[in-house]
């Protein structure tokens, strides 16, 4: 007696289909299986499993498909046959855990979704049988095609499911660089003097907008948000620049600001020289013969020089002579290059003074990125808060410089 081939069954008992699931049974019967030893139901079963998180099934979908698929056998998805899967409904309720009246409403949920499809006898039962070689000679029950026909779908949904993840997560990224670099700017624009008049405006946008990126679900909402916030973050760090020249260009400072007057560095091309006392109002002293630095002396380095023992400080200074204007500037953009915040370099130019600031930030431009422990931000804030002990010594950095760029017989004679 003759096998006769797998056909799809159309009996469905008392079922009630809707037609959706007419639809879905439809598509299913399209299904003449795949070629001779290529069917591989896990692979199947994979695809599946990582676009299920966006097909929007209820819970327990994953078990439950997962489950079928494992009762089924590779010959089971191949021309001729139909990977259909019989279990009781006794069993599917003590495997899933749930009453008979939410089993049936999974059923139905993943059969209106074109997961599998339910083929039941004229009575409504689920039985199979299969022959010696194990191949379905009868059965009813869930028939998974949808699966295999649904394959290059489910792994496109999951392909671009990931796209999307990485997407957000480099937008998120954006939105907390921005708005950490925004209170940042704050604090350091705070340390110069009274917030700008627009200060609460920044904060109230900050805070909406920082509120509109927690109910963000999609890429396209999230890129307008992080966007918006960098925006606001080039705003007032331009306002921060507009308040760093301000303070240096006042001499005493501006009005309501605090005076910054540095006694410890002159970084003056015109000024090379630390000032002398003062001979009597009568007669002037001759200036003294040039003699070399030592480290006992007071910190004393002309812009040229600190630009040239500084090369990266330097790639910043535009050509000609440096004025005092020009290296603040070029700092501002050190400080960025080597991670170091607008609130530690605005705490440092306050508690070092600018000048001391700028020639310790200067110094750890020349260290190699191995000579850090964990980084050159790091290693900066370490100078700032041994200034605060007065256990930092910049004079002897700064000679060792000389030395390295100079060499000893050839140290920098000031003039």
């Given at each position: ?157 999951a392909a671009e499911a990931k796209i999307e993840r990485d997407c957000m997560n ?116 001759p200036p003294p013969a040039p003699k070399p630095v030592s480290p006992q002396q ?36 050190l400080r960025r290059e080597l991670g170091i915040s607008a609130a530690l370099w ?70």
């Amino acid at each position: 007696m003759s096998e006769a081939p797998a056909r799809p069954n159309h009996a469905s008992g008392s079922r009630r289909l809707n037609v959706t699931m007419i639809d879905a049974r439809d598509r299913a019967d399209s299904f003449a299986g795949l070629p001779p030893g290529t069917a591989k139901p896990l692979r199947l079963l994979a695809a599946f499993q990582e676009a299920e998180p966006y097909l929007g099934l209820p819970a327990h979908a994953f078990k439950l498909v997962s489950w079928l698929v494992k009762q089924t056998m590779p010959c089971d998805w191949e021309q001729g046959s139909r990977p259909i899967a019989w279990p009781s409904a006794r069993r599917q309720e003590e495997y899933l855990g749930l009453s008979g009246a939410r089993v049936k409403l999974l059923n139905r949920a993943l059969f209106e979704a074109g997961i599998f499809v339910i083929r039941d006898n004229e009575q409504g039962k689920r039985y199979g049988r299969r022959d010696a070689k194990g191949r379905i000679v009868e059965a009813y029950g869930f028939d998974l095609s949808p699966l295999a026909q649904r394959y290059d779908e489910f792994v496109r949904i999951a392909a671009e499911a990931k796209i999307e993840r990485d997407c957000m997560n480099t937008l998120r990224k954006r939105v907390t660089i921005a708005r950490r670099a925004i209170r940042a700017t704050g604090e350091a624009l705070a340390a110069l003097g009274p917030l700008p008049p627009d200060w609460q405006r920044i904060e109230a946008e900050m805070a909406a907008l920082i509120e509109a990126k927690r109910r963000a679900a999609r890429s396209n909402d999230l890129i307008l948000i992080a966007e918006a916030l960098e925006r606001r973050k080039t705003e007032v760090e331009e306002w921060l620049r507009e308040a760093s020249k301000a303070v240096e260009t006042s001499p005493t400072g501006l009005e309501n600001e605090p005076h910054i007057t540095s006694t410890n560095l002159n970084l003056d091309p015109l000024d090379t020289v630390i000032a002398q006392r003062k001979s009597s109002p009568v007669e002037a002293a001759p200036p003294p013969a040039p003699k070399p630095v030592s480290p006992q002396q007071e910190l004393v380095v002309k812009t040229t020089e600190l630009v040239d023992l500084a090369p990266r400080l330097g790639q910043y200074v535009p050509p000609g002579a440096a004025q005092w204007g020009d290296i603040l500037d070029a700092a501002d953009c050190l400080r960025r290059e080597l991670g170091i915040s607008a609130a530690l370099w605005g705490e440092a130019c306050i508690g070092m003074g600018r000048e001391r600031a700028v020639l310790a930030l200067a110094i750890v431009s020349t260290k190699e990125a191995a000579h850090f422990s964990r980084s050159a931000g790091g290693y900066f804030a370490g100078m700032v808060r041994k200034d605060e002990r007065g256990e930092l010594h910049l004079e002897r950095s700064l000679w060792a410089l000389r030395e390295a760029r100079y060499g000893k017989g050839g140290r920098r004679m000031l003039n």
